[in-house]
């Protein structure tokens, strides 16, 4: 592995994620986020997670694809956090299921 | 204001070492879910050829571990370095929204704390300072002190825990399945943040987009994912809101 290389990539991914971080932050001035914004805020939330944890636990590249107990771990999770509206009970609830649907083979 | 908020009358409660401890303590439950992430992540680092300093920084750099897992895979396949940084980049826009909606909430703070403020922002201080701050009752200065030990402490436990995993060569034990406890409370953070139908929508379809979009090329799947749930409802609601306007 080229040193150089690697460092190079790791600055550069760096200061663009800063760049994301710090760009909300110095671009929306007054105390308002711009009306056209709004809405798909509200919408841009839950679809950037969602698609986020099928990316993490549905590997790229052709693989077997997502394990049903992770799927099922997880819609667990969902439903706890659903009705109770706390993330903790969700963990509580969805790893056990994991353990559970693991072993039982799926 | 502090007789006050003491005596139980509605007022703003500045004392920031309050605030603090109670960011720290909000941030808890999601502390808890990234550290085996932040563990399988460290051990995943330390089957490449990284090195332990390569490792540390990309964990202090990023602070996004789907970002960092993506950029610490692909380095160790040799995948040419644009499109490494590009993939990278394109996992992490979401990052933009969250900062554009925290921004309000600090808008009155000096430019040089902005700069500090931003390096923490990622889901799982979104998902608990917003909700937090909406509630009204702190000043601008509780506002940053409840962030300031929200941030500290996820971050913190964050770097820690990959340093720890990297250097000491730690492996999770398979069978704890510990690597779907991010997953799990990202997953509870879609399950709390989705009360409107529109929301729900968006969030199935953006799901559906990146199953179906999984093997394109520099993780573009995330992208089309977000923006087509976004339009998609977007348009779906201008209709309805459109019809409705008619009818009345």
Known sequence: MIEMVVWIVLACVTAGTYLLRIGGLLLVRDGQVPQWLDSPLALLGPAAVTALVVSIIVPSGGGDGASLAAIGAIGVGFVVARRTGNLLYSLAAGLPSMWVLSAIGL | ?248
């Open chain 2, 1 to 248: 204001m502090t007789a006050c908020a003491e005596s139980g009358l509605a007022a703003p409660y500045g004392p920031t070492r309050r605030a603090f401890a109670e960011g720290a303590r909000d941030i808890t439950p999601m502390v808890i879910s990234v550290v085996p992430f932040a563990l399988a992540i460290g051990a995943t680092i330390g089957n490449t050829d990284l090195g332990v300093w390569a490792g540390i920084a990309s964990a202090a750099g990023i602070l996004a571990g789907a970002a960092q897992l993506t950029t610490v895979e692909m380095l160790d396949a040799g995948v040419a370095p644009f499109v490494i940084i590009a993939s990278a980049l394109i996992v992490n826009l979401r990052i933009a929204l969250y900062s554009a909606g925290l921004a309000p909430w600090f808008a009155e703070q000096p430019t040089r704390r902005k700069l500090l403020l931003a390096v923490p922002i990622i889901d799982q201080m979104y998902f608990t300072c917003v909700p937090r701050f909406e509630r009204g009752d702190l000043t601008p200065a509780g506002r940053v002190g409840y962030y300031a030990g929200a941030g500290s402490f996820l971050l913190a436990s964050w770097i820690g825990a990959q340093a720890l995993a990297i250097s000491l060569g730690a492996r999770l034990p398979e069978q704890l399945h510990l690597e779907i406890a991010a997953p799990l409370v990202l997953a509870g953070i879609v399950a709390r943040s989705t009360a409107t139908r529109s929301q729900q929508l968006a969030a199935l379809i953006a799901g559906v987009l990146a199953f179906a979009g999984r093997d394109l090329p520099l993780q573009s799947g995330l992208l089309v994912a977000v923006v087509g749930a976004v339009g998609i409802v977007v348009v779906r609601d201008r209709r309805r809101a459109s019809a409705a306007a008619e009818v009345g």
